[in-house]
């Protein structure tokens, strides 16, 4: 079952950064669709075990900041990931990188929304 949910989000992780390298081509560049899901398997596992740490770390700028640095979490994630792809997966800066962030944010959260019902 959670094998089934993270890969579900891969996919839908890939399809969206496909997406957004269509829609925003200077702002996320993805090479291929196999390097777009081999992106969102390299999040995927960031997002499993780096991104808890960094959330209990920042705890309270989190809680300063009413949840909103949550957002540069997810921001940071991408740029880690970036920089593990390599050229085949690249961001234009950190406010690409925080933007892919907000609208990945919106999508999955209208995505699990829909599929819990």
Known sequence: M???????????????????SGFFPNTLYVN?????????FVLGLLNMFVKPILVILSLPITILTLGVFYLFINAFMLELTAKLMGNAFQLNGFSS?????????????????????
């Open 32 to 40: 291929s669709f196999a390097l777009a899901v081999l992106a969102a």
């Open 2 to 20: 959670i094998l089934m949910g993270f890969l579900q989000r891969v996919v839908l992780n890939s399809i969206v950064f496909l997406a957004m």
């Open 97 to 117: 990188a925080l933007l892919v962030a907000v609208i990945l944010s919106i999508v999955n959260t209208i995505i699990t929304s829909y599929v819990e019902k």
